[in-house]
């Protein structure tokens, strides 16, 4: 393997000292963000928040090294956290020692299938999550971020993976409510929002908290009751060794595939997003590499899985990163800023934080996007809603794999029904442009049918192209030509040879012939090798239609066209007709 195909970053490592400062101030604000945010996450996925730095700090440096993009950067990120918490909350009390070995291990076999999925050039698999499912799965995961909250930001304890588990406990326990909670917790949520519409350039975020600290202090939050999030252990990513046992393998396999594919969806959408920006071009396979690896090595040291930021991401680009390095430094810088903030968390409340993530997940409800959605597609409405309500009352792997499942019928359903349309003259066009007659009601010869196929004709079409050759047959009695324009047939396989041929066959019964044209070379080699149109006496088909149309024409009845006032092609001048026939 070539070197740089491994280790893309021999490709701009000329550049690192060019771009020392441009990379330094990027990482340095990166490092601002992703503090709150790594604790935060690492609350969602029910661990120590300590553990969320960790996750910010070797695979962020790995995914940077050997990932493609110049901006993207891995970490903690909401919808993998909650996914974790849903998951591995069936096995163990989140938080518990065996609670955390479980999610090392879940990143490990992560990591493994990532790095299989790069390995073996599989990127293109990415592409069966559709964005509609991206979409709902990001706004179902914001509301139940939200709502998983609320039970810190009022001081209770109710627990619940989905809406529907956790809604009850919370309403039976709001009569204990704590308000003095309720005022941090909203104190932040609101602080973050001025922020974000008036210094949207500011670190909106660890400021809120800040804030919201020092508002917890001026009311006496702790002697009222107000939990606090307590000191983190100011330590370097302890060394560990994941669980592999076949047992915890055999439990969390499926999870990890779920977590995987998301994982891996989430980074290379906001690698091409940031790409379309800077210009450069995405390898998806580098990126499954750079993700696996980060995620493989980070297992060994104290990471839970881990994928593209968007926020993150987006401020590493507005803030002039040029190379990869800028999140090096971020997680460098991150390392040396633990140290410093870690005695300082004990002063922080539970419901800051909780505040500060009622906002972030509020935020990834992106309603522009799912209008456009609705607007645009009812199928991928439907994927993007059945993708929404399935995080929020299922089980998450249930929802993204069902979601999954949907966008591919009805690809499926589209491609094995492929649009068949019939064609005219125009006869107000002088070179007499064939058109759809959808576009524009004209009228058709007697004899002679024109029809377009877009669409492949595989196994999958060959029931619904019958169908349709059928009924316009049925259509149109009289006609006796069929003639099949296929400049938007892009495949065939041999079901679509064996249909071919057998539907001439049958037609032929009928007197009625079937014709095909323009067909690309790729269609046209399979058909000669099949060899299912070349026993036949006439040319069944022709390089183009306006070729196929003056061979065919000449063939026509003419008797018919000697009563026929249509005169639809330029060439029924030269058949029989009557002295007062219309001519084009």
């Not at 350039?201 to 508002?215: D, E, S, V």
Request: glycine fraction near 8%.
């Amino acid at each position: 393997m070539n070197l740089r195909g491994f280790f893309p970053c021999l490709e701009w490592k000329s550049g690192i000292f060019r771009s020392f400062r441009a990379d330094l101030v990027a990482g340095a604000t990166g490092t601002v963000i992703v503090l709150p945010q790594a604790v935060a996450f690492a609350m969602i996925a029910g661990l120590p928040p300590e553990y969320g730095l960790y996750a910010a700090m070797v695979p962020t440096i790995v995914a940077a090294l050997f990932g493609s993009s110049h901006h993207l950067v891995s970490g903690p990120t909401t919808a993998i956290s909650l996914v974790i918490y849903a998951k591995l909350s069936e096995f163990a009390a989140p938080g518990s020692a065996h609670y955390i070995e479980l999610a090392l291990a879940l990143t490990f076999l992560v990591g493994i299938i990532q790095l299989f999925l790069g390995g073996f050039k599989l990127g293109a698999l990415i592409n069966f999550v559709s964005h509609s499912v991206v979409v709902g799965f990001t706004a179902g995961a914001g509301v139940l971020i939200a709502a998983s909250q609320l039970k810190h930001c009022l001081g209770l304890t109710a627990q619940g993976a989905t809406l529907g588990s956790l809604l009850p406990p919370l309403f039976k326990e709001l009569p204990r409510s704590n308000l003095p909670s309720l005022a941090v917790a909203s104190f932040v949520f609101v602080v973050a929002l001025f922020l974000r519409r008036f210094k949207p350039k500011w670190p909106g975020m660890l400021l809120a908290l800040i804030l919201g600290g020092f508002f917890a202090l001026l009311i006496g939050a702790k002697a009222r009751g107000v939990a606090m999030l307590g000191a983190l252990s100011a330590t370097f990513p302890p060394l560990s060794v994941p669980d592999v046992t076949f047992q915890t393998v055999y439990a969390l396999t499926p999870s990890a595939l779920v977590v995987a594919m998301l994982a891996l969806a989430e980074a290379v959408v906001i690698a091409r997003s940031i790409a379309l920006h800077s210009h450069q071009h995405i390898d998806n396979n580098q990126e499954f590499i750079g993700q696996g690896l980060s995620n493989l090595l980070g297992s060994f040291f104290s990471a839970y899985a881990s994928s593209g930021s968007f926020t993150r991401s987006g401020v590493n680009f507005e803030a002039g990163a040029k190379t990869p390095m800028a999140a090096v430094y971020s997680a460098l810088l991150l390392v040396l800023a633990a140290f410093l903030v870690a005695p300082l968390t004990a002063y922080l409340p539970m419901p800051a934080m909780a505040g500060a993530l009622v906002f972030v997940a509020i935020n990834l409800v992106d309603l522009k996007a799912m209008r456009r959605i609705l607007l645009a597609s009812k199928p991928e409405a439907m994927v993007m809603a059945f993708t929404f309500l399935g995080t929020l009352f299922f089980a998450l792997e249930f929802a993204v794999m069902a979601g999954v499942m949907l966008s591919l019928l009805l690809y499926l359903h589209r491609t094995s029904h492929p649009r068949i349309d019939t064609l005219a003259p125009d006869p107000s066009d002088p070179h007499h442009g064939f058109i759809d007659l959808n576009l524009k009601p004209l009228k058709e010869c007697p004899q002679l049918k024109v029809v377009r196929i877009d669409g492949s004709i595989f196994f999958g079409a060959v029931n619904h192209i019958t169908n349709e050759l059928k009924r316009l047959v049925h259509l149109t009695p009289g006609q006796s030509h069929i003639l099949v324009e296929g400049s938007g047939i892009n495949f065939i396989d041999v079901s679509g040879c064996e249909m071919l041929h057998e539907q001439r066959a049958e037609l032929l019964e009928k007197n009625i012939r079937l014709y095909l044209c323009s067909l690309k070379r790729e269609v046209l080699e399979v058909i000669d090798r099949g060899g299912c149109l070349c026993a036949e006496t006439d040319t069944a088909i022709f390089p183009t239609k306006y070729e196929a149309v003056k061979t065919l024409v000449p063939k026509l009845d003419p008797e018919c066209c000697r009563t026929c006032t249509l005169r639809i092609f330029t060439e029924c001048a030269l058949m029989p007709a009557p002295q007062n026939a219309a001519r084009f």
